[in-house]
């Protein structure tokens, strides 16, 4: 089992930018998929973004496509997520996400971090 925690999370204007962390721990961060999803107020919790535990490649969800950027430091046990062009329609809780395969990050996965509030006013 991998323990995430995220930061990064606040208030930023439409248009801003905010880059969350994500800290995994509790065992070895290689071979370790991850990813990001997103939550607002009485709807699914849905995918945003994951990464190949090399990194070497990313899913987007069409959303966020060309405006996000997931990337991780494996030295630092980190995976980021770059939110740029911000739109009022991003405001959701993030959460980070890990698991053992690219499929399972993006249709299930079995770590979850607390969550980390994203709020962009018009």
């Known amino acids: 089992q991998v323990q995430l925690v995220e930061s990064g999370g606040g208030l930023v204007q439409a248009g801003g930018s905010l880059r969350l962390s994500c800290a995994a721990s509790g065992r070895t961060f290689s071979g370790v998929y991850m990813g990001w999803f997103r939550q607002v107020p009485g709807k699914e919790r849905e995918f945003v973004a994951a990464?190949?535990?090399?990194?070497?490649?990313?899913l987007y969800a069409d959303s966020v496509k060309g405006r996000f950027t997931i990337s991780k430091n494996n030295n630092k046990n980190t995976v980021y997520l770059q939110m740029n062009s911000l739109k009022p329609d991003d405001t959701a809780v993030y959460y980070c996400a890990a698991d053992k395969s690219l499929h399972s990050v993006v249709n299930g996965p079995s770590s979850w971090g607390q969550g980390t509030q994203v709020t962009v006013s018009s």
């Open positions: 990464i190949t535990w090399s990194g070497g490649n990313a």
